[in-house]
């Protein structure tokens, strides 16, 4: 960690405002109400995947117009990161988020009694908006009050929380729309938003630089080469990995599997991430970034050749699991560099870095569908794992050569 993330008694002049001490290590307490919070967002992101089709035939509507609930909520999660991350900035990381739990619950209310798709599809869009918070504040916490040195113990923490969120939607949505209802399945992120509203009243705010114009947050960012090449580097990261993952369910489903073992092998992603984070824990600071950096890519390029070679049911368990380690090597490692580079507009930083992730998940999905509705996954799958290898080359050799 240079001086960059480091407390300083004048303003650099590049800086709006002086950058605050980090606070003492972060509680256990606050650690998991942090895990509540991502593991709620999560959830709700992922539930609707699984319940489409059943949604479509209850509601008496076409699945490409169900598609808008999902579509329309992850393009919201996306375009309001930066808006939460400056907010988050300006008036605190707990204000702000108890602020857009309170809002989630209310939407996660009106997606529960939806009468039709256009209710259903306009409460979605909001739910995607306000839980698109929790996730880059609670990471943003974790930068103002852990020193970098030790910081990605805790970010692994939360990236296990993240995982189990999107392995718990995955499997437990489907079930429960099947044999419950679909409308209990958005009840239940609404109901935990709202414990955290009331909860997160005993997570202390940490300090933060007094806040500057309006729109200073973006000119810190925006002003760090080193942030655009990490915003680069999540923009491939959230390519190769989450534009592609979206597809093992549909290989297997093309191969005859049923929805629900399609929808556990995708699960085991989550699996792999929660196993392999506590490895990587444990190898903070006896690794190097670098080198944590390159296992992950290593997991995720074996992982693709996996499925490239056989869409056999074993062959995308390994892959998922693999993909999921590789995850948590790699993506926690990015994260925890992300949170070092504007220390004076950190949730600014981290909400841009959120931004280029899905943007680049988004472009992969869709440059790979038309191989999807040929069926051709092996070349989808190939494709993946040769990006892999430029981007844990960009990754490792830029966050060895970074300072910050």
């Given at each position: 960690?240079?001086?960059?993330d480091?407390?300083?008694t004048?303003?650099?002049?590049?800086?709006?405002?002086?950058?605050?001490?980090?606070a003492?290590?972060?509680?256990?307490?606050?650690?998991?109400?942090?895990?509540?919070?991502?593991?709620?967002?999560?959830?709700?992101?992922?539930?609707?995947?699984?319940?489409?089709?059943?949604?479509?035939?209850?509601?008496?509507?076409?699945?490409?117009?169900?598609?808008?609930?999902?579509?329309?909520?992850?393009?919201?999660?996306?375009?309001?990161?930066?808006?939460?991350?400056?907010?988050?900035?300006?008036?605190?990381?707990?204000?702000?988020?108890?602020?857009?739990?309170?809002?989630a619950?209310?939407?996660?209310?009106?997606?529960?009694?939806?009468?039709?798709?256009?209710?259903?599809?306009?409460?979605?869009?909001?739910?995607?908006?306000?839980?698109?918070?929790?996730?880059?504040?609670?990471?943003?916490?974790?930068?103002?009050?852990?020193?970098?040195?030790?910081?990605?113990?805790?970010?692994?923490?939360?990236?296990?929380?993240?995982?189990?969120?999107?392995?718990v939607?995955?499997?437990?949505?489907?079930?429960?729309?099947?044999?419950?209802?679909?409308?209990?399945?958005?009840?239940?992120?609404?109901v935990?938003?709202?414990?955290?509203?009331?909860?997160?009243?005993?997570?202390?705010?940490?300090?933060?630089?007094?806040?500057?114009?309006?729109?200073?947050?973006?000119?810190?960012?925006?002003?760090?080469?080193?942030?655009?090449?990490?915003?680069?580097?999540?923009?491939?990261?959230?390519?190769?990995?989450?534009?592609?993952?979206?597809?093992?369910?549909?290989?297997?489903?093309?191969?005859?599997?049923?929805?629900?073992?399609?929808?556990?092998?995708?699960?085991?992603?989550?699996?792999?991430?929660?196993?392999?984070?506590?490895?990587?824990?444990?190898?903070?600071?006896?690794?190097?970034?670098?080198?944590?950096?390159?296992?992950?890519?290593?997991?995720?390029?074996?992982?693709?050749?996996?499925?490239?070679?056989?869409?056999s049911?074993?062959?995308?368990?390994?892959?998922?699991?693999?993909?999921?380690?590789?995850?948590?090597?790699?993506?926690?490692?990015i994260?925890?560099?992300?949170?070092?580079?504007?220390?004076?507009?950190?949730?600014?930083?981290?909400?841009?870095?959120?931004?280029?992730?899905?943007?680049?998940?988004?472009?992969?999905?869709?440059?790979?569908?038309?191989?999807?509705?040929?069926?051709?996954?092996?070349?989808?799958f190939?494709?993946?794992?040769?990006?892999?290898?430029?981007?844990?080359?960009?990754?490792?050799?830029?966050?060895?050569?970074?300072?910050?």
């Open positions: 960690m240079d001086t960059a480091s407390p300083r004048t303003p650099a002049p590049s800086h709006p405002s002086t950058p605050t001490p980090a003492p290590p972060l509680p256990a307490a606050s650690l998991r109400l942090l895990r509540a919070a991502g593991f709620v967002s999560n959830f709700d992101r992922f539930c609707i995947t699984p319940m489409l089709l059943l949604i479509g035939a209850q509601l008496g509507v076409q699945l490409a117009t169900v598609m808008l609930a999902a579509s329309g909520y992850f393009l919201a999660y996306g375009l309001m990161q930066p808006v939460w991350g400056l907010a988050s900035d300006r008036f605190g990381r707990v204000r702000v988020m108890r602020i857009s739990l309170a809002g619950a209310v939407a996660a209310l009106c997606s529960v009694l939806a009468p039709g798709a256009t209710v259903l599809i306009a409460a979605r869009i909001a739910a995607g908006a306000f839980f698109a918070a929790s996730i880059a504040a609670s990471i943003t916490y974790v930068g103002d009050t852990v020193p970098a040195a030790v910081r990605q113990r805790p970010l692994s923490e939360l990236m296990t929380a993240f995982a189990l969120g999107t392995a939607a995955t499997v437990v949505a489907g079930a429960l729309a099947h044999y419950v209802s679909w409308r209990l399945v958005f009840a239940l992120p609404g935990i938003a709202l414990y955290l509203v009331v909860a997160l009243r005993r997570l202390p705010e940490p300090p933060r630089a007094a806040p500057g114009a309006l729109l200073a947050p973006f000119k810190v960012v925006l002003s760090s080469r080193w942030q655009w090449y990490v915003m680069a580097v999540a923009m491939l990261e959230g390519a190769v990995l989450l534009g592609f993952l979206t597809y093992i369910a549909p290989a297997l489903e093309a191969r005859g599997a049923s929805a629900t073992l399609a929808g556990a092998v995708s699960a085991l992603y989550g699996v792999g991430s929660m196993a392999a984070s506590q490895l990587v824990k444990r190898l903070v600071g006896r690794w190097s970034a670098a080198g944590l950096i390159v296992a992950g890519g290593v997991q995720m390029a074996v992982a693709f050749g996996f499925a490239a070679v056989s869409l049911v074993p062959s995308l368990v390994v892959c998922a699991l693999l993909l999921g380690g590789g995850w948590s090597f790699m993506h926690s490692t994260q925890s560099w992300a949170t070092t580079l504007s220390p004076a507009a950190r949730a600014t930083g981290v909400a841009m870095f959120g931004v280029a992730l899905y943007v680049g998940s988004a472009l992969a999905s869709a440059f790979a569908a038309g191989p999807a509705e040929r069926h051709a996954y092996p070349g989808m190939l494709t993946a794992a040769l990006l892999t290898v430029p981007l844990t080359v960009a990754a490792a050799v830029g966050r060895a050569r970074c300072r910050s």
